[in-house]
C-alpha cells in the first residue's frame, strides 16, 4: 500500500458538508443521474452543493456505491452507518458490500470500512482488491 495521504475534497452548504475521496470512487454516475443540478463533472468545482436541499444531498450520498461520498452534519456522519451486511454483484462492475466490514490487505494491514465497499471483478483495478473505476476503460463484462 502506498504511504500517500487519501486525498479528501469537501463541499459545504453551511448545514452540510459533503466529503468526496477521488480514490474510492468507481464512476457508476449515481451522483449526477440522482441530483444532475448538483454533480456536473465537466465544471469546477464539480459538485455544486447549493443546488440541493440538505434533504436530497443526504438522500443521495446514502445511494452511493462506491462510498466515495459521505457527509457530516453537526455531529453526524454517513460513514459512521450501521447497515445490514449486504452483497450485490453490479453488472460488467465491481462487487458492493454493504455494511461494517474489517479488511485485511496483502500486506497485513487492516483498515475498517464503513457504508459500502467496491470490490474489483475485472483484475485492472490499481487498488486492488478495490475497485477504481478501471472495468469501465477497459469494457468489462461480467
Known sequence: ??????????YSNGELTILWKPKKCIHAAVCVK???K?????EKP????????????????????SGALSYIVAGETSEEAHLE???EVLENG??????TLHVTNSDGTKEKKNKTTAFCRCGASQNKPYCDGAHVKIEFKG
Open 1 to 10: 500500500m502506498s504511504d500517500k495521504k487519501e486525498i479528501i475534497k469537501e
Open 34 to 36: 440522482m441530483l444532475p
Open 38 to 42: 448538483v454533480y456536473k463533472p465537466e
Open 46 to 65: 464539480w459538485i455544486q452543493i447549493e443546488n440541493a436541499t440538505t434533504k436530497e444531498l443526504k438522500k443521495q450520498v446514502e445511494a452511493c456505491p
Open 85 to 87: 451486511t449486504k452483497v
Open 94 to 99: 465491481p462487487l458492493l458490500v454493504y455494511g
